[in-house]
């Protein structure tokens, strides 16, 4: 498959989450910020690095790596569902979808689970 116009790439995920119905294009997220916990909602080993500073929130929120609530992936420009961006064919260009119809959790790394360490 050839270079997709952006246009196009954006039809294939959405086509992709027509037959993912659970799963929603971030586009089609409004309030996209739901989608990461906040400072007072991550467990205290999470916080703890960010602890020694003045003010941790704020560096939390400047240099950390957001969880997510929900299961993320991209859907490829050729309509397969990738679970971590370094999975991507290089070149490929992606869109990045959520599973907001599931129940939330806590998300690092291509939808894995914290809780479980289990994609499912």
């Not at 246009?7 to 959405?14: I, K, N, P, Y």
């Not at 027509?18 to 906040?38: Q, V």
């Not at 003045?54 to 309509?79: I, Q």
């Not at 260009?93 to 499912?120: A, D």
Request: net charge positive.
């Amino acid at each position: 498959m050839g270079k997709l116009t952006q246009h196009r790439m954006f039809q294939v995920a959405a086509e992709w989450c027509e037959k993912h119905p659970k799963w929603k294009r971030i586009c089609d997220i409004e309030n996209s910020d739901s989608l990461t916990l906040g400072w007072a909602e991550l467990p205290k080993r999470i916080r703890q690095p960010y602890e020694r500073y003045n003010d941790p929130e704020s560096h939390w929120r400047e240099f950390a790596t957001k969880p997510y609530r929900h299961r993320y992936g991209f859907v490829g420009e050729n309509g397969e569902f990738y679970p971590e961006i370094t999975q991507l064919p290089l070149g490929v260009n992606c869109v990045m979808v959520f599973e907001v119809g599931g129940r939330p959790g806590t998300f690092y790394r291509g939808g894995q689970s914290v809780k479980s360490g289990v994609i499912g």
